[in-house]
């Protein structure tokens, strides 16, 4: 017999590992994309050291790039900036002196005058208008009544008591005898009178009075309070009236542009006047 045996393993050894996993591939277009990087990269790098080789090979170039000294590219930038504004406020102060007295024309004849004139008629006008007023007053007070009453009626009177009258006169057989009468109450007797009765009283008055009426008002401006402020207004431009109306109404004021030498600058400055 055979007493080979079958080779098993042996208890306790370790098991075998298992096979490490294969990397996955990377993407097609991630790395299309850093290949272009790369190249750009490149490229750019390349165009650096091109123009580094082209100014170190050309002198011109060097003279007018900057060279590593701050002091001379500091004034050369400073003299060409100052040149660059000095040139736009030469511009700006031909163009203003073309038009310097137009503009004082307008100042003084539409601003300064104008409104030292609308001040001047302000401080003379008038507020004239009507003003309605519709209100109730109540009264309440007592009204002493002092007048004197006439009368002049014919009236008939009734006597309240037996009246005895003496003298009085009546006719027998058409011949007036006198003798004393007394008239019963209640006798009728048609009056006529004429007399001023003074009266003289208090009457207490408690009413309530509807006013409805229109009050024509007529206020003088020099009269109210306004005409100081007006005349203060009037004081504050009175000064620059007489400036811009007494001078610079032509270059010929200006006593540097009457000269040989300077006066082609002014022609310059402000034109043909």
């Keep these: 017999m055979d007493d080979s045996k079958t080779n098993l393993p042996e208890s306790g050894s370790e098991p075998q590992s298992e096979p490490q996993a294969e990397s996955q591939p990377i993407p097609e277009k991630e790395s299309d994309i850093n290949s272009r990087l790369k190249g750009a990269i490149d490229q750019g790098k390349l165009l650096i050291r091109d123009g580094e080789d082209y100014y170190r090979n050309s002198p011109r170039l060097q003279k007018v790039v900057y ?22 406020l030469i511009a700006l102060l031909v163009s203003f002196g073309h038009y310097f007295f137009q503009l004082k024309s307008i100042v003084y004849d539409g601003l300064v005058t104008g409104a030292s004139n609308s001040l001047e008629m302000m401080d003379q006008a008038h507020i004239v208008t009507t003003v309605p007023v519709k209100t109730t007053v109540q009264l309440q007070d007592n009204l002493p009544v002092i007048f004197d009453l006439q009368i002049d009626q014919s009236t008939q009177l009734t006597l309240a008591e037996d ?58 401006i020099d009269q109210s309070d306004l005409h100081q402020s007006i005349t203060g207004l009037q004081g504050a431009i009175e000064p620059y009236k007489a400036v811009l109306g007494s001078s610079f109404n032509s270059p010929k004021e200006f006593l540097i542009c009457n000269h040989w030498w300077s006066g082609w600058l002014c022609g310059i400055l402000f034109g043909k006047q």
């Design 67 to 88: 060279q590593g000294k701050f002091f001379p590219a500091f004034w050369t930038v400073a003299c060409i900036f100052s040149l660059m504004v000095n040139l736009i």
């Design 163 to 220: 009246t005895r009258i003496k003298g009085a006169y009546i006719y027998l057989n058409n011949t007036a005898v006198t003798t004393d009468l007394t008239l019963p109450a209640n006798t009728a007797i048609q009056a006529n009178f004429n007399m001023n009765v003074p009266v003289s009283t208090s009457v207490p008055v408690d009413i309530a009075v509807p006013i409805n009426m229109q009050i024509p008002v007529d206020i003088a």
